[in-house]
Antibody, heavy 123, light 106 residues
Framework: QGHLVESGGGVFQPGGSLRLFCEASGFTFSSYGMNWVRQAPGKGLEWVSFIGYDGNIKFYADSLKGRFIVSRDNSRNTLYLQMNSLRPEDTGIYYC????????????????WGEGTLVTVSS | SYELTQPPSVSVSPGQTATITCSGN??????ASWYQQRPGQSPVLVIYRDDRRPSGIPERFSGSNSGDTATLTISGTQAVDEGDYYC?????????FGGGTKLTVL
């Protein structure tokens, strides 16, 4: 099934940038699409982005308006999320989650999830 | 944009059946999945592809999806089932979650 560990969170200033990491183990990372999902404090889940197994297909939530960039390095079994022009409303826990379909070109469901990394955007 | 609507809360007595609905336009034509999130923990997949249970998920969890509504049913609800439940689907290459339902086992 696999194991995912996120990192890179912390406290950041509005307008700034940061990069999140998701290290994968226990499955063939290069064969599966991956997702980022976030959760604001006390709020529900919000899908952020999907990237296909080889990085050639990328989808984003419309609300992000091009501020976030998803990428992956299959040689390092690592997923990334570059977050730019940070806003206070970007505050929350960011989870990475595996897509179930080998060599899929779209998202289906999310399993497993990592433990998440907390991002706080505040001056 | 596509929206999924869930009731904010559902209460059930131990041993009874809990039903959580998720409504979206023609949701029955898409796959619906469900996630359980206990306080302070990451979400866990409990139902995928409308009615399939991942390994390790108790048989008391079941799902259905038809028309505009997907339903998560928990039979013989236990105190350990308390938490937030989210439905999820996809529309036009965009992932969508319902707003979540807080399940309370009284």
């Amino acid at each position: 099934q696999g194991h995912l560990v996120e990192s890179g969170g912390g406290v950041f200033q509005p307008g700034g940038s940061l990069r999140l990491f998701c290290e994968a183990s226990g499955f063939t990372f290069s064969s599966y699409g991956m997702n980022w999902v976030r959760q604001a404090p006390g709020k529900g889940l919000e899908w952020v982005s999907f990237i296909g197994y080889d990085g050639n297909i990328k989808f984003y939530a419309d609300s992000l308006k091009g501020r976030f960039i998803v990428s992956r390095d299959n040689s390092r079994n690592t997923l990334y999320l570059q977050m730019n022009s940070l806003r206070p409303e970007d505050t929350g826990i960011y989870y990475c989650a595996k897509d179930p379909t080998e060599y899929g070109s779209r998202g289906w469901w999310f399993d497993p999830w990592g433990e998440g990394t907390l991002v706080t955007v505040s001056s | 944009s596509y929206e999924l609507t869930q009731p904010p809360s559902v209460s059930v007595s131990p041993g009874q059946t809990a039903t959580i609905t998720c409504s979206g336009n023609n949701l029955g034509r898409k796959y619906a999945s469900w996630y359980q999130q206990r306080p302070g923990q990451s979400p866990v997949l409990v139902i995928y592809r409308d009615d399939r249970r991942p390994s390790g998920i108790p048989e008391r969890f079941s799902g259905s999806n038809s028309g505009d509504t997907a339903t998560l049913t928990i039979s013989g609800t236990q105190a350990v089932d308390e938490g937030d439940y989210y439905c999820q689907s996809w529309d036009s290459d965009t992932g969508v979650f319902g707003g979540g339902t807080k399940l309370t086992v009284l």
